[in-house]
């Protein structure tokens, strides 16, 4: 059923006035233009909508059911407008955003501050997840961007980079590498070293750039999060290598860092979007806000 919006107020207007050239007036609309709305309306609907005399103008039965839900038709469509006008200007709205945790505790709480500052409308819903599942949140649409290391394949992404972020070493209280500005990575080698879990991105890109300097680890831990390998380097069962983004959550367990050298490894931290699907409002100015700092 093919009725506008524009058939809706002139049948309002006339409803109310009883009169169509009041209501022309109230719509600034010519007289013949209100009577082909209402006409046309009346065509699809199927019937008259008012009784016309040439002394008076009164609603037809249909006419009288039908004016209330003609005036609820407009206040939702009013209310729809006002709703979509305030996403626009993000006076209102969800951001699903995903960050790997070190992200989450350390760098994404200031620009939550900030953006929360201008725009408190917005519901803002974080989900600290490993790397790889922030990227996979992003894939099936359940946070709109993530914070995170440039993932592998990006054929259906987009990655926009922040800052370069290199590898330290996580020492416990203590230890004798802590007296050095540096590290390289030959001299881990004699140490117990916790490391990431296979398929992991991080593990991958220690192993093969280890690989090709022909440096062995002594790998006699292994888990699935950075988290875990803070708290079990504070505990003294051995050392391990880290994104520098780790430091400052490190540092709370009691762990030390130092920058790793020889081979210097480093990834790409930034933001990551659906290639072909256009950003809220919110995610947008959200994305702006952080790209501006880099």
């Known amino acids: 059923m093919n009725v506008t919006i524009k058939q809706i107020r002139a049948f309002i207007a006339v409803a109310r006035t009883y009169s169509f050239a009041e209501a022309c007036e109230t719509l600034h609309l010519s ?13 699809t609907v199927g019937g008259k909508l008012f009784i016309r005399t040439t002394r008076s103008l009164s609603l037809t039965p249909e006419g009288k059911e039908f004016l209330p839900v003609a005036k609820r038709l407009m206040v939702d469509w009013d209310d729809a407008f006002i709703d979509l006008k305030n996403l626009y200007a993000l006076n209102r709205g969800t951001l699903a955003i995903a960050a790997m945790p070190s992200f ?14 201008r725009y408190s409308g917005i ?5 600290d997840v490993i790397a790889e ?12 961007i993530a914070l995170t290391f440039e993932p592998e394949q990006t054929e259906d992404l987009i990655f926009t980079p922040l800052f370069e972020d290199y590898f330290v070493v996580a020492l416990p209280a203590g230890h004798i590498l802590l007296g050095q500005k540096s590290v390289n990575w030959a001299e881990l080698s004699g140490e117990n070293f916790i490391a990431l879990q296979k398929p992991s991105n991080i593990r991958h890109l220690i ?5 090709e300097d022909k440096i062995h680890l002594n790998i006699s831990y292994e888990t699935n999060q950075l988290v875990t390998i803070g708290k079990m380097v504070s505990s003294h069962l051995g050392i391990s290598a880290v994104p520098e983004i780790c430091t400052e959550t490190f540092q709370a367990y009691g762990v030390d860092c130092r920058p790793l050298m020889n081979p210097s490894i480093s990834r790409k931290i930034g933001i990551v979007t659906r290639s072909r699907y256009p950003l809220s409002s919110a995610a947008k100015t959200f994305v702006e806000l952080l790209t501006s700092d880099y």
């Open 31 to 43: 007289q013949p233009a209100l009577s082909i709305a209402i006409k046309n309306l009346e065509q």
């Open 133 to 144: 599942d922030a990227v996979a949140m992003v894939r099936a649409g359940r946070a709109e």
């Open 123 to 127: 519901n803002i819903k974080i989900h």
């Open 207 to 211: 192993d093969l750039s280890l690989q």
């Open 104 to 117: 989450a505790s350390s760098i994404l709480p200031k620009y939550i501050k900030n953006f929360a500052e």
